[in-house]
């Protein structure tokens, strides 16, 4: 009896613990349904580029390529069969290729006098090699705009003259649309949806075209067309030179500069699959993960962000919270919203939200295991 009743006063701190985890559940699951609700109000304010039209001046179409042989002919093939460019010089850099790249490029220019074949020299101390490649390329090229496109990139016959009626007619000093990007594996599956929902479920929009805020920007490489002017003044590549992520720099160079610019839809413009499987695409985003952070604090705190919206109300559905499993529904119908808008598979891929941001997190952390120990490599060069 006695130790009954010492039993029954002795505190219980398992109810606090779990009405904290509930309250916690529950404010993730607000946060994933607000998160869901922006990606629909940014899918809505998403730029899409104006039907083709005759484009009256020099488009200055640019490829860096290193190692390509496999890719670049059909890359160059798509871009010589662009409608509404009368006056397009297409522009590649061989960037120290050892492979066929370069005979491929330059038996296609043989053929066709619009292409030009440049050698570019190995970087300099503090370049990295595709910044010096496109700097190189925009050297040399003629046109008031400038059309930097990679070699895993299939551009539509009219996807660069709306490139670059969207660019003229958004008034933009910079636009990158994003191509449709296709995956097969299910590691592709798992990442890739990633690219465009990032910036659709986080970025606002509107405001990032104009602020000069290093956070609110968003581009990518793949297609990136840029007044050359605006380009120029805001020191090009040259201003990027040891920025993993290139394309993130520059636009947020443009925007230091006085300019406007960020992403748009790209989904019927171009196509492109970055990586073939979980071993290039786990390298592919190992080299530069860690720049999106900046620190490892600071991807630390991304990731836990994620992981607070993203996973924690998926477990917490597992173990029978009402507020976990609507936590995840939202988490999956923002998928659903990005995947849609810009061309990608929305089921069931969207159900692995969860896993997707794990996934990335895993590959966060390789990403700056390999920095620190000085072994990431991107086209057999290491990466400093």
């Not at 613990?17 to 899918?43: F, P, Q």
């Not at 296609?108 to 570019?120: E, K, S």
């Not at 160079?253 to 300019?259: E, I, Q």
């Not at 990608?344 to 692995?352: H, Q, T, Y």
């Amino acid at each position: 009896m006695i130790r009954g009743r010492r039993s029954s006063n002795r505190p219980n701190s398992a109810g606090p613990v779990r009405t904290t985890a509930a309250a916690a559940v529950r404010t993730a699951a607000a946060a994933a349904g607000l998160v869901a609700v922006h990606t629909v109000i940014n899918a809505r304010l998403l730029r899409t580029a104006p039907p083709a039209r005759t484009i009256g001046e020099r488009a200055s179409v640019l490829l860096p390529v290193r190692d390509e042989a496999g890719r670049v002919g059909a890359a160059l093939t798509a871009i010589l069969a662009s409608t509404h460019l009368p006056d397009l010089e297409v522009l590649v850099a061989d960037d120290g290729s050892t492979d066929a790249t370069a005979a491929i490029v330059a038996r296609i220019g043989a053929r066709d006098g619009r292409v030009r074949l440049l050698t570019v020299e190995p970087p300099p101390p503090g370049w990295l090699g595709k910044p010096h490649a496109c700097a190189t390329l925009a050297d040399a090229a003629t046109g008031p705009v400038l059309i930097f496109v990679d070699a895993d990139v299939t551009v539509a016959p009219d996807g660069l003259a709306r490139t670059v009626a969207l660019l003229r007619d958004a008034r933009l000093d910079l636009v990158s649309p994003y191509p449709r990007q296709q995956a097969g594996t299910l590691a592709e599956r798992l990442v890739q949806p990633l690219l465009q929902w990032s910036w659709l479920a986080l970025l606002p929009l509107p405001a990032a075209e104009r602020s000069a805020r290093p956070s609110l920007s968003a581009a990518n490489g793949q297609v990136l067309c840029v007044d050359a002017v605006a380009y120029r003044r805001a020191g090009g590549h040259r201003g990027v030179a040891g920025a993993v992520l290139e394309d993130i720099a520059l636009v947020r160079a443009v925007k230091r500069a006085g300019g406007r610019g960020g992403v748009a839809d790209g989904t019927d413009l171009a196509t492109t699959r970055m990586y073939d499987g979980w071993a290039p695409l786990r390298d592919g985003y190992a080299k530069s993960l860690w720049a999106a952070g900046g620190t490892p604090t600071g991807s630390a705190a991304q990731l836990g962000v994620l992981g607070f919206i993203f996973v924690l109300p998926a477990a917490a559905a597992l173990a029978g919270s009402p507020a976990g499993v609507a936590g995840y529904l939202a988490g999956v119908a923002g998928r659903v919203v990005a995947a849609r808008r810009t061309g990608g598979r929305a089921w069931p891929d969207a159900l692995a939200q969860p896993a997707s941001v794990a996934v990335l997190g895993y590959l966060t952390a390789l990403s700056w295991h390999r920095r620190r120990l000085g072994t990431a490599t991107w086209k057999g060069r290491v990466l400093p």
